[in-house]
């Protein structure tokens, strides 16, 4: 079984920064593609960033030049860096992992959510 552990969510100005990270552990041996999503109240989850296996990068257009997706394939982590953050960022953030697991087979997975709210 593999378990998302999502961590670095929280409260913080306008202008401020927050990085969330999200940890696979288990039965995880490695990720493939991971992407972070979001949603606020009344929105449906949309996708935020998301990095390929690779390296490659793809981001939302509200969040471009704002935001970083990063990983470290070696911790079996994913980060999202959130700079300059607006209060219409205030969502619960969710990350998503394919991940293959000792067995070799290769599943999606959801962590819990991690708030974020931008406020003064």
């Known amino acids: 079984q593999v378990q998302l552990v999502e961590s670095g969510g929280g409260l913080v100005q306008p202008g401020g920064s927050l990085r969330l990270s999200c940890a696979a552990s288990?039965?995880?041996?490695?990720?493939?593609?991971a992407a972070w999503y979001r949603q606020a109240p009344g929105y449906q989850r949309g996708l935020v960033a998301i990095i390929e296996r690779g390296g490659s990068t793809n981001y939302a257009d509200s969040v471009k030049g704002r935001f970083t997706i990063s990983r470290d394939n070696a911790k079996k982590t994913v980060y999202l860096q959130m700079n300059s953050l607006k209060p219409e960022d205030t969502a619960v953030y969710y990350c998503?992992?394919?991940?293959?697991?000792?067995?070799?087979?290769?599943?999606?997975?959801w962590g819990r959510g991690t708030q974020v709210t931008v406020s003064t």
């Open positions: 998503n992992l394919d991940c293959l697991d000792y067995s070799g087979r290769l599943m999606n997975y």
């Open positions: 288990g039965s995880a041996s490695s990720i493939n593609n």
